[in-house]
């Protein structure tokens, strides 16, 4: 059974920095894709960050040199370095993970972890 567990959210102020891990079982992690998406009240689930398998990074334009994710494949855990930030990334951050098979992509989402920015 795949399971992706987020932690590290909370509320915190405006200028914060949080760290989110997601920790993945099931799976073998190191040859996962892995990522981050956020969704805020009546929005879209968007991307905020994404790492490879071979450890290619790519982030939103919206938090770009602020935010940093990385992975430990001995943990299989990916984080998500959380720095400077604002009212706007207030959102429930999902973990993603994904790979191509023979038979197309397959992918796998956590519960998601509230974060909350206070101005």
């Known amino acids: 059974q795949v399971q992706l567990v987020e932690s590290g959210g909370g509320l915190v102020q405006a200028g914060g920095s949080l760290r989110l891990s997601c920790a993945a079982s099931?799976?073998?992690?190191?040859?996962?894709?892995m990522g981050w998406y956020r969704q805020a009240p009546g929005k879209q689930r968007e991307l905020v960050a994404t790492?490879?398998?071979?450890?290619?990074?790519n982030y939103a334009d919206s938090v770009k040199d602020r935010f940093t994710i990385s992975r430990d494949n001995a943990k299989n855990t990916v984080y998500l370095q959380m720095n400077s930030l604002k009212p706007e990334d207030t959102a429930v951050y999902y973990c993603?993970?994904?790979?191509?098979?023979?038979?197309?992509?397959?992918?796998?989402w956590g519960q998601g972890t509230q974060v909350t920015v206070s101005s």
């Open positions: 993603h993970a994904d790979r191509w098979t023979a038979w197309g992509n397959v992918d796998y």
């Open positions: 099931g799976i073998m992690f190191s040859i996962h894709n």
């Open positions: 790492i490879t398998s071979n450890g290619n990074t």
